[in-house]
């Protein structure tokens, strides 16, 4: 039997903190009815948010020069859906897992079923790789994979896809996110309209396979691994391979997968716009693509993109279904800790942007009041909405602190007991 985080635990912690969230939540709710806010109706919506735990984040990350595993690091993808059971259990806004394969590849898909479900999970997205050879594999994707100048190589790419959703199908999703690191690294070195040319062509077949339920996620990166051209570098040629697709084909917004500065909520406005807003990896940056935790160095612009998704929602925008998803590398922390903290960072996000007084902001926006309309944006975002997010988790059986409550456990030192060092899982960026 391994070590859990029980029920009793978390009520336990919880029944410490009872006074003090209780007195925080009544303040909090006072100050929000004096705005003619419920805090009640604030609290049900963030308990309704989700967002998926990505697999492979779980896993201590690295960089190019090195990684620092943990102890107790998962093993294999049985080890990866425990954790992220924990993390759910703990904050109750992660009730998905977004599988990575061939990183998550075995032979028994009921098992991994099985598994999910008994840590009360579903999956989200299914991710395919052809940005690194495999074991085994004759043809290389060295020098690109869907969009390769050898049709074979496109093959390979294009099956791998295919075999994706046939495994997604078996796990429940309902949407493959496709990230190619496709480029060039020198001038001259690839003719930018062909390449684009061949991974159409590619997408097509993949687009093809999908079945009628399912969508298909396109996710841009400006640059990395390709240093001088990447095929699929920004949301205006997703935008364009989505459109040219179909409607199953969408753009999936990686917040660290832009030029440094770049109004990524104006894109978000964009997408949704037109129809086109597949969902989110979320992360936070501060160079270029850090993978660091969601809202840890730049809250307000991640507030600033919930604004415009909470925006959509409540004009109730035309195809607009966003997936919520996490895609983070976790370097110095424990991967659970800041899976954690970057879920109830998004949630804060969310529960913020949910006290924008929208038709105060309208009228002045309307009436050009500029100074006006930011200050409506800044008193939502200013209030502490901590109270909300304690609350929000007490009642769906989460714990009010989770991190404290983790720690307490002792979690990870039971795993270090449970999970010898045997390899490692994979784990990466994307
Ligand atoms: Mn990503």
């Known amino acids: 039997m391994t070590y859990r985080i029980t029920p009793d635990i978390v009520a336990d912690h919880n029944a410490r903190h009872a006074t003090a969230t209780a007195d925080d939540y009544g303040a909090l709710g006072r100050t929000l009815a004096r705005r003619h806010i419920d805090i009640e109706t604030i609290v049900g919506k963030v308990m309704a948010f989700g967002v998926a735990v990505p697999s492979w984040g779980v896993g201590t990350g ?20 425990e954790d992220c059971g924990t993390i759910y259990a703990l904050t109750r806004a992660t009730p998905a897992i977004s599988p990575h394969f061939p990183w998550d590849k075995v032979s028994d898909l009921r098992a991994l079923r099985e598994a999910a479900a008994a840590e009360n999970l579903t999956f989200d997205a299914v991710n395919s790789n052809t940005f690194q050879d495999q074991a085994g594999q004759t043809l290389s994707y060295k020098f690109g994979s869907l969009s390769h100048t050898d049709k074979a190589v496109r093959s390979l790419a294009i099956e791998h896809n295919l075999e994706c959703i046939q495994t997604g199908k078996e796990l429940g999703s309902k949407a493959l996110t496709v990230w190619i690191a ?24 993949v687009y093809a396979g999908l079945p009628a339920d399912w969508q298909v996620f396109l996710e841009h990166k400006l640059y990395e691994p390709a240093f001088y051209s990447t095929v699929i570098s920004d949301w205006g040629s997703s935008f364009a391979a989505a459109l040219e697709l179909g409607p199953k084909a969408k753009c ?7 030029a440094p500065n770049v109004n990524i909520e104006q894109i978000v406005a964009r997408l949704i ?7 989110f990896h979320f992360n936070d940056s501060k160079y270029g693509d850090d993978d660091l935790d969601a809202g840890s160095v730049e ?25 919520y998803m996490i895609d983070q590398s976790h370097n110095v922390t424990d991967p ?13 996000a969310y529960a913020q942007a949910l006290l924008v007084d929208r038709a105060a902001l309208t009228a002045a926006q309307d009436s050009n009041d500029a100074l006006g309309a930011h200050l409506e944006i800044k008193q939502a975002f200013t209030t502490d909405v901590s109270p909300v997010l304690a609350m929000a988790r007490q009642r769906s059986g989460g714990a009010v602190s989770p991190i404290e409550c983790y720690r307490a456990s002792c979690y990870r030192s039971h795993k270090t007991k449970e999970r010898p060092a045997s390899g490692v899982a994979s784990a990466g960026i994307v």
Do not use: C, W
């Open 62 to 81: 690295g960089t190019r020069f090195a990684r620092f595993p943990g102890t107790g690091e998962p093993r294999n993808v049985f080890d990866k859906i």
């Open 182 to 205: 496709d480029g060039s690294n020198f001038a001259g070195q690839s003719n930018l309209t062909k390449a684009m040319d061949r991974y159409l062509e590619a997408m097509a077949q």
């Open 252 to 258: 999936l917004v990686d917040l660290g997968h832009h």
């Open 273 to 279: 716009r037109f129809k086109k807003l597949a969902g």
């Open 299 to 323: 809250p307000f612009r991640l507030f600033l993109v919930f604004n415009e998704l909470v925006d959509a929602a409540n004009r109730k925008a035309d195809g607009f279904t966003p997936a």
């Open 336 to 348: 659970v800790e800041s899976l954690m903290q970057s879920a109830i960072e998004l949630q804060r």
